[in-house]
């Protein structure tokens, strides 16, 4: 587990940016690993298997974050002024908490911040293949998509990122 | 020199990485437009493959055990 416990927090770290959610998205990982030990199907590599099982995790969050977002207008079925605002999100203050300035510090850098800029499934497969090495193969394996849908959205990310980088450069 | 010739995505990928054949890597000596491509991915390949990795807090291995189910001689499995 101790092999495993950096690339896989990194990778969920990256996907999901909230330090805290990462960790617990990444403890689910590993419960799931571990419990589900007799699961394991050697043919499998066990490294992608423990991948793929922190990218789903990381997907399934997500995609249900996605659901869950409220519009900055308020709930759809508000009719008024009034109840658009009252149903209106709370935006903060605008200062970071502790635990903010870490994550601000640690993804912060251009090339997190062009990552965070993909769409997840972009955003799994370039750091699976240029953070984590896995050949385009594992890849297909660990996402369970077609090699070809793989290789172009590889293609697809690291070129959205060099427009991202360019334009956070000029 | 055709557009035929130019590398293709993965040939781009591989001379990135040092693993491009040397034929085919003549022709970037060629082809300003190739070259000017493949240096661009080689940068980027190299800021992604640099990236740091993060360490989960002290407690997480400790968090995990307690939640993992341990098989007992009785079959039975206690969290």
Not at chain 1, 48 to 63: E, G
Request: hydrophobic share 40%.
């Amino acid at each position: 587990m101790r092999r495993y416990e950096r690339p896989v927090f990194s990778l969920i770290y990256r996907m999901v940016r909230d330090r805290a959610l990462a960790e617990d998205l990444a403890q689910e990982t590993f419960i799931k690993v571990l419990n589900g030990i007799q699961s394991y199907k050697p043919e499998f590599k066990f490294s992608s298997w423990i991948f793929k099982i922190a990218n789903n995790a990381a997907i399934d969050h997500l995609r249900r974050r996605q659901l869950d977002t409220l519009s900055l207008d308020g709930s759809p079925s508000a009719m008024t002024p009034e109840a658009m605002s009252a149903s209106a999100p709370q935006l903060g203050t605008g200062a970071e908490s502790p635990l903010q300035e870490v994550e601000s510090r640690e993804l912060g850098g251009q090339i997190d911040r062009a990552i965070a800029r993909l769409r997840p499934e972009y955003r799994s497969c370039i750091l699976l293949r240029h953070v984590e090495g896995y050949s385009y193969e594992e890849i297909a394996d660990i996402l369970s998509l077609p090699l070809g849908t793989v290789k172009t959205y590889i293609h697809r990310a690291r070129n959205e990122l060099r427009v991202h980088l360019d334009a956070a450069r000029e | 020199m055709t557009n035929q010739n130019h590398l293709t995505n993965d040939e781009v990928e591989l001379w990135a990485q040092g693993l491009l054949g040397a034929s085919r890597a003549l022709h970037l000596s060629d082809c300003a437009a190739c070259h000017a491509t493949a240096e661009r991915e080689r940068k980027l390949i190299i800021e992604l493959a640099q990236l740091p990795q993060f360490a989960p807090s002290s407690d997480f291995v400790g968090q995990v055990m307690h939640q993992v189910r341990v098989p007992t001689p009785s079959g039975s499995q206690l969290a």
